[in-house]
């Protein structure tokens, strides 16, 4: 027996699938317009000065500035089963201040959705060093963030006046786990970005306000640098083999030529801005803000100052943290107050960020640095093409989750820079690389999934010939971890004879990433 459909009921079912394929192609529509190239024919390949372009001598300058870049807290919520995540259907509830009928939340970035700020502890920054000669002056950025997307980083380029004369800006997040989400990841839900779109245009609009304002006070300058060795014990743990950490602290001064005081200190050294753990609701840029406060105004107790800052502007600058770098399960001793901390607290940070404040002020006082009265700058950068091989993260980028477009089939376009400043080399990476691949120590474990000789060798920095040779990551990006592919473990059997994988390869971009970007890197150090 047959069933024949009336000619009504043919009709009904063909605006059913017409609206069908109208939703659907309304979807793809919607989804490609996430995908799609924000910055269209978008290309670097510098190499600056020019060595054909004749100059006077070069005299060279630097200024600083640091400005706020904390949210205004308007809305807080009440966690009724205190589990650190905004879940209405449990009874949480917020207090709408502002009396708008709706929660306007600042969603924190690093450690899981629903994490709404409920609160400030201390302030979020942006800092900034403008520096350079007549051939060549370049700005350097350093935010309290998760991170910041290359994308991002090009809107604020766009957005530099010409008659600035600034020849690139570089702009590198501490990885802060307690600032607002401004990748996406981190919303209310896994399917909702987290980026509150005010904040981001709030952030970029600091960053060219800090831009302008160390431009406007650039003075002649010198600088000195020097390397602190092995400032790890109780500080900063690696919790995936192999074991190798990227644990000396770099510093780079700017000093005034007038009277040699410090007009910027950078302090570069690789551990997890994330002290506070999970259940912290309150915005901090944990112990960095002990490390900066510590150097600039001197190390403070009960509202005492017992040991004396230096002054200036002071930018903490993560180096490599993949790995993964963290203070978290670390016994921490107070450098003063002969405690040892292990939970997460602010005590921690504090204690984590007085005792580099220690070192590098101890280094002042008995160590030689290496001093340039006159240094020459040189830059070379280079845009880089990535394939995002990572599923979970194709599909968050497609539903406008993940906050960035692509260059071409489901790439992302990244950036690698070299930066030599007088006896500096520094090298800029543009996600939380893996130490081993900076300093060696690349393994092919037997769990891996690719049993192959190790591609990112020798070490980057054996190709680095500065006095002093710091790598900045999360500078101009972040694009996740950046791990060996010899090292890559997607699938069981897991390292460490785990029942379940590292966190680094769902938080990467593919197993292709590494083995690019050092080929690029070492284009730019050849």
């Known amino acids: 027996m047959h069933c024949v459909l009336s000619p009504k009921a043919k009709k009904i079912i063909g605006y059913i699938v017409l609206a069908l394929v109208i939703v659907f192609m309304a979807g793809v529509v919607w989804g490609w317009n996430h995908l799609k190239d924000r910055h269209r024919g978008y290309v670097l390949d510098l190499a600056l000065p020019d060595p054909y372009v004749k100059v006077p001598a070069k005299k060279f300058r ?3 500035a640091a400005v ?11 966690d009724v089963d205190s589990n650190a995540k905004y879940e209405p259907p449990k009874g949480d509830h917020f207090i709408d201040k502002n009396k708008n009928g709706k929660f306007d939340a600042y969603w924190l970035a690093g450690f899981g959705n629903a994490r709404a700020a409920n609160g400030i502890h201390d302030d979020l920054w942006a800092r900034a060093v403008v520096f350079g000669n007549q051939t060549l002056k370049t700005a350097v950025v350093v935010i309290d963030a998760i991170g910041f997307m290359m994308d991002d980083v090009i809107d604020v380029r766009q957005r530099v006046p010409k008659d600035w004369k600034i ?3 570089i702009v590198v997040s501490t990885h802060d786990y307690e600032a607002p989400d401004l990748l996406g990841l981190w919303g209310e839900k896994s399917t909702k970005t987290g980026v509150n779109a005010d904040y981001m245009a709030f952030v970029k609009k600091q960053i060219l306000a800090v831009i302008d304002s160390a431009r406007r006070k650039m ?3 010198a600088i000195r640098m020097i390397e602190i060795p092995n400032v790890r014990e109780g500080l900063v743990q690696d919790i995936r083999p192999p074991y ?3 644990d000396n602290i770099y510093v780079l001064q700017f000093l005034d030529k007038q009277n040699y005081t410090p007009i910027a200190t950078i302090v570069n050294w690789a551990n997890q801005p994330e002290t506070l753990g999970s259940k912290n609701l309150l915005i901090t840029s944990d112990f960095p803000n002990y490390v900066r406060a510590g150097l600039e105004k001197g190390i403070v107790y009960h509202k005492k100052v017992v040991r004396e800052g230096i002054g200036g502007v002071v930018i903490y600058m993560n180096g490599a943290v993949g790995g993964f770098m963290t203070p978290i399960g670390v016994k921490t001793p107070d450098p003063y107050l002969g405690k040892i901390f292990e939970k997460p607290s602010f005590e921690k940070a504090r204690a984590i960020g007085y005792t580099l404040t220690e070192k590098v002020l101890d280094a002042l006082q008995n160590r030689t640095w290496v001093f340039n009265e006159n240094p020459d700058v040189h830059l070379w950068a280079k845009t880089v093409l990535l394939p995002l091989d990572n599923k979970v993260f194709r599909l968050k980028a497609f539903f406008g989750v993940l906050n960035r477009g692509m260059t071409g089939w489901m790439k992302f376009r990244s950036e690698v820079d070299l930066l030599v400043l007088g006896s500096a080399w ?3 990476i543009p996600g939380e690389i893996y130490p081993e691949i900076v300093n060696g120590g ?5 769990e891996a999934n690719y049993p192959i000789k190790p591609i990112e060798a020798p070490a980057l920095r054996e190709f680095m010939h500065g006095k002093v040779n710091l790598i900045w990551g999360l500078a101009n990006d972040e694009i996740g971890t950046i791990i060996p592919k010899s090292e890559w473990n997607a699938h069981p059997p897991y390292l460490d004879h785990r029942k379940k994988p590292f966190d680094g390869e769902a938080n990467s971009i593919g197993p ?3 083995p690019i970007l050092y080929k690029t890197i070492r284009k730019l150090l050849d």
């Open 426 to 428: 520094i090298l800029t």
């Open 68 to 78: 706020r870049i904390t949210p205004e807290i308007e809305d807080t919520w009440v």
């Open 442 to 446: 690349v393994d092919n474990p037997p």
């Open 167 to 169: 020849d690139h800006v």
């Open 219 to 221: 003075v002649p300058a």
């Open 512 to 514: 292709n990433t590494a």
């Open 62 to 64: 630097a200024g600083a």
């Open 244 to 246: 190798v950490y990227d």
